[in-house]
């Protein structure tokens, strides 16, 4: 097992400069122009009076969406990830940083900035049995922010309607339209979902576990949806999800949330093949691997990773500091600034010179499967 | 084997000490708004009534001397002394020492006094019917969801329609059925006429017997209400993996029905005890004047009846008081059944 | 001591005249089905399914929501209730404590199987919030079961149960806790700790982690596993991520609409699925590690069971479908793969014709 | 996370499914049960004083007549001044339909109005309306209208409603809180703010449709409080006795002595009418109960197998049933097997699905399903 095969990410540059984790470039640039950025988000619970009593479920969070690029946010329950998906969409208020949308810092002070801004921005939801109001049939759904949006009417509306029943190709398209939402499978419900978000012509589309509540086989037809939507109509996305292969798979950057901090972010590919942060590892080995004949799972050799402790009370230093077994005091003492790793990869943790060799671990363990089986 | 501390757990029970300060908060605002509302309504309800109060009573009762007049203008807060405001202060004050006034037909006892011999009678009365019939409701409930489709079951719409009938129309049928045509039991007040109230045998057996038909009508009536909330709870909670569960561990029915089902299913009951005893209090009214019974119903209709209006107000206080105090123990008593409702810190 | 509280027609022999085989499997389900009545039709949740665990197994049963896997697990407990009606088929039990003769658990009455449930067969719940008695103390929830079953004092009930709690990694003092005041991490614990309270010979684990996050789920099931190999019970692991199943389960059976489509070791079915359903299945789940390929999905949804058209219920989203396929009879084929082992599959179209390792072969495979 | 695997769900889909060929709420015995008696009493409501053979307050004098038992001629009976029963109890039934009715509507616009905009806009204004609501809960009704009406003597009909609906609101109002509360919380409500509707438009046009059972059964909630407090009032006398409602019958019956001279038509009629209008009330909202809670439904349909009662802690009932082309059946498998089919109610069960519809039901044995089960393929036999 040669090292330098498998820490192609130069852990050379690990002593570089600590750096805020927007100038690490986006992996997913490459594939249009910007179109929405968030700059040092943050958003505050408070639960009580005290002082203590605040919970910071988003902390200074960076990202940009690119036209065309999918941007995944990765992380547990908890995490802040959803949270970052309504303050993307003006669901809740900031109450730290800025959103701009095509460089202008965007204000939804009022009902009529709130809709225009929605024609730009639209979210899916994650529960297509949730999401859709089983008193309306699916014409109504899509007619209405059709009718806000596209201020059209009579056959226009018509067109639309089945242009946008086609485009989630949902067919025969006539058929839907009169139906009702319990008529319809999960798969069906959630291309409505989807078409109503399209029916606003939106340039940002922000996707919130869009496939968690779905069967297995349906999933990958509804990313795929997804993944010839924005190829079609030059949409930039934001996928949040719990499930990092399926961000492997879907997304061009991936960010990494714990405690509702970004704490890696990456290309797809290298984030989730050769993780740097010590929250990604867990993650990733965490993660179902049927390959893995050796498994944990099967010899009964338990490596329980340490408890979580409290993540999201406001507390100074590395919020995985308690779960982590690289932490020492410096860890629990100050937050860990990004690391730059190459030029579109950065890690936040003290320790990564220490936690990359990891790495290697897995990749022998690996290796050494795959001779088994050949 | 890790030690466990889970990352959401002082979350949650931080949440939830603030969740239950709230509910204490809540539950005191409502008991405080409540109780000023009653004291309110009271005092603003000979002022809304036409003409001066006060007047029309002296012209009513010939008898009364001039001083009970000045007593009548501060229990109402009626004449020459004061702003609104002055007046409802002293009206709370009065309140709060207890003093209700003086009644005006047996002029001049106090209100209060009348009061104490009428409340023991609904009191025992009700009380107990009460009691019974949610016991046995309940109980008739959880027969009939575990043996839906049962005979109990089947009695639903006669069972619909004891619900439906009104309080005071049994206590008709009752009195006539058993009182008139068969002479079972007596059908007038509440002890036979030439005994004297106190603790001697021939009194309590004889106000036993003359509460029997009311108390009977209160269980008739009520029981099938219960029963059938119960009923329907109780169904809606054997559907829960947690019933199930408690099967699949080979649980003898009677744990299952009770200590994971009934237990469950009776929450909502107890919280609907407070808020039905209002309805209870309306029932009995009707009721107790029915049966010429000596309680606070029959009292509060005569006192209405007869313009006897310092004994009308304090009764109406008495009855919110009652209900308020009955909504207390239904929180008492929902907090010791429902530990969610105690949620404290764990250490 | 313990054979005495067992129901008679389950242990009526004493122990020394047994001539049970200890080598027999546990449970053995055999022409087992289940119809939901209603006014509409029968819904026939499962129909006609054969499937065996073998002491100490941990078999697992996959498929998508509404393919009957729980109502099978729950029917053969008899734990289903109506509309829910068991229409053909024989569970057999044997275990230990039933001197390894077969129980026929569709023939007991309700008391018998009262005294079998949890000491023999044991649930864990999926939802664990749902599978706790709101209004009961963990300790009483733990204890109740024991109270039934084992003849203990309430200091050894007490111990079993910390000692039990210490299993998964729980600490003794929340024992008096109730549900609501435990993260759901815990709660998933406590349900899987109820489950081993009484030392039962099988455990049906009802997608036991599928409400948790992956670093929660991969701690506890291997917590599940350590405690399997040291106390020796079989596990029946249903859940619908085929790909946690490959790593658990060593053999692996695959519902579709109520039916057994495809039944094997893990490692066969993994590299060599027989029946189109299961290649579907298997492409589409994204792999974390190894190269990308290219997923598929299954095209189409899942069919109305109660108006299941004849032959192969796959035939709708089946790109193999010919028109024999309409008159195949649901049976499980024995399959001849490179693998050799039991593996048997429902499609006989793609065993007779083209069988060989399916497009979705592994890079490695 | 996938859906959940239920029995109940797959068991609920084919339920509903069916649902959209008919009305549901007709579906249910109780309620339409329900439905025909409030349909009978409307009716009567409607023409009852047109048929009424009599004026209701004639008297007639004739000695003959002074609380005559019923007749061909007094259908009900008279009451001691040879007024008609049947008469007053025709004009009666619109009285006390009318005001349920009237006050059941505008209680139930009270409680929509301050359920919905407490749940909804939440925060200071749902505590603030929630403890109004609570405050309103714990008044007692009866005695405060017995105190208020009692000073409003003739006055007819119109205070009694204003103030039965001031007091009737609260309850309804608490639940629709509650249901507003969790809807508002779904993801539809979020989608439809997503989408850039106002905020008066989602209150309208998404979360109100989805109460409507919630408001229907609240409204018979209410108007079956409404006719039993007014009811009572009139009995007591409290309102205006001159006007004929159910209730001002029953306090002649009780002031004329109708239970001392033994004139059952007199009290006993217009209180069983009031009981009846109260069942029929009842029975509505147990239905809409059912509606709304699939578990109350599933209760409702399933629960006797092979003629024997199924409790819930009953093991699953085990009904072998195998279709022989002789349609005869197989014996039995064992005198054990307690809980074999009973074969009519198989064939109600089966006579609306095609699957095993015409045949006769039996049961077989474990050793016919084993060989039935054997692993031969079968490519060359007929399908069914």
Sequence with gaps: MTKETHTKPAVSKLDSEPIESNEVASAAASRGPLVMRAEGISKDYRISRKAEGVISAVKNVNLALYARGVVAVVGESGSGKSTIAKLLSGHEKLTKGKIFLDGAEIQVGNRSDFRRFKSDVQMVFQDPFASLNPVHTIRYHLERPVKLHQKTKGAEVETELLGLINQVKLTPPDQFLAKYPHELSGGQRQRVSIARALAAHPRVLLADEPVSMLDVSIRLEILSLLDDLRERLNLAMLYITHDIASARYFADEILVMYGGEIVERGPAEEVTQKP????????????PDPDDLGSTLKTGATTVARQAGSALTNSVGCRFSDRCPF???????????????????????????????????????????????? | MAASNDNDHSLISRFGEIKQMRFLARRLGFYVVALFAALTINFFIPRFLPGNIVESMMAKYPSLKPSAQRALEILFGIGHNGSLLHQYITYLGQIFTGNLGLDLLQFPIPVIDIIKNALPWTLVLVGTATVISWVLGTGLGIIAAWRRGGKLDQLLPALSFLQATPYFFLALILVWLLALRFHVLPAQQGFSNGLSIGFNWAFILSAARHSLLPALTIVLTSTAGWMLQMRNVMITTIGEDY???????????????????????????????????????????????????????????????????????????????????????????????DPRSRTRAVA | MIDDQLPKGYDSKPRSESNGDASQPVLEIKGFSVAYRSRGGDVKAVENVDITINRGEVVGLAGESGSGKSTLAYGACRLLRPPAVITAGSVRYNGRRSNYTPVELLDLDRDQLRKLRWREISIVFQSAMNALNPVLRIQDQLIDAMDVHLDLSKDEKLDK?????????????????????????????????????????????????????VVVQREILSQIVELKERLGFSVLFITHDLSLMMEIADRVAIMYAGQLVEVGQSTDIHHQPAHPYTQGLLNSFPSLRGPKRTLAGIPGVTPDLRDLPPGCPFIPRCKFAKPDCTKVEMRLEKVEGILGGKHFSACPIVIANNFKPSETERAHA | MSKVESPRLIAQGAIKKKKRTMPSILMNTKAKVGAVIIGVFVVIAIIGPILAPYNPSTQNTQANLSVAAPSLSHLFGTDQLGRDVFSQILVGTRTTMVLGLVTGIIATALSIIIGVSAGFLGGLWDEFLSLFSNVFLVIPALPLLIVVLGEFPGKGETPTIILLSLLGWPWGAR????????????????????????????????????????????????????????????????????IWSLGTILYWAQNGNALQLGAWWWFAIPGVFVALIGTGLVLLNFGLDELGNPRLRDAATQTRINGKIWRPADPTPVMRSHVDNKGTKDQRRSPKANLTEDPVRLNQVHSSNGHLGQNSMGSTTVENQVRHNSSTLSLDQEGQ
């Excluded at chain 1, 942060?277 to 993660?287: C, M, R």
């Excluded at chain 1, 579109?344 to 990891?358: E, F, G, T």
């Excluded at chain 3, 030392?199 to 009802?206: K, R, S």
């Design chain 3, 161 to 213: 149960v910390v000692s039990v709690l210490d299993m998964v990694g729980i600490p003794r003092d929340r024992l008096r806790s109730y549900p609501h005041e435990l993260s759901g991490g815990m709660r998933q614990r406590i349900v899987i700790a109820m489950a081993l309270t009484v030392d039962p010979e099988l455990v049906i684990m009802d997608e036991p982690t599928t409400a948790l996050d």
């Design chain 4, 175 to 242: 639940v629709i809180r509650a249901q507003t509360l969790s809807l508002r919380s779904r993801d539809f409500i979020a989608a439809s703010r997503e989408t850039g509707e106002k905020t008066w438009r989602i209150i309208f046009f998404e979360v109100i449709p989805n109460e409507v059972s919630l408001i229907a059964a609240s409204f018979v909630g209410t108007v079956l409080y409404a006719i039993g407090a007014s009811v009572g009032l009139d009995f007591l006398g409290v309102g205006n006795t001159t």
């Design chain 1, 327 to 374: 932490a020492d005091d410096k860890c629990t003492s100050a937050s860990p600034p990004h690391v730059m790793v190459g030029s579109n990869r950065s890690a936040a943790c003290w320790h990564l010179d220490k936690a990359v060799p990891i790495i290697h671990l897995d990749a022998r363990k690996e290796t050494v499967s795959d001779t088994n089986k050949s």
């Design chain 1, 276 to 287: 740097l942060h010590p929250y990604t590892q867990l993650l990733v080995s965490s993660s």
């Design chain 2, 243 to 337: 019933v199930l569960a408690a099967q699949a561990k080979g649980l003898s029915p009677k744990r299952v029905v009770f200590t994971y089902a009934a237990r469950n299913a009776i929450l909502p009951s107890i919280s609907g005890f407070a808020l039905a005893l209002g309805f209870v209090v309306s029932g009995t009214l009707l009721m107790e004047i029915v049966f010429n019974y000596p309680g606070i119903g029959l009292t509060l209709y005569n006192s209405v009846t007869s313009n006897d209006f310092p004994l009308t107000q304090g009764i109406f206080l008495i009855i919110s008081l009652t209900v308020l105090a009955a909504n207390i123990l239904a929180d008492v008593l929902y907090v010791i059944v």
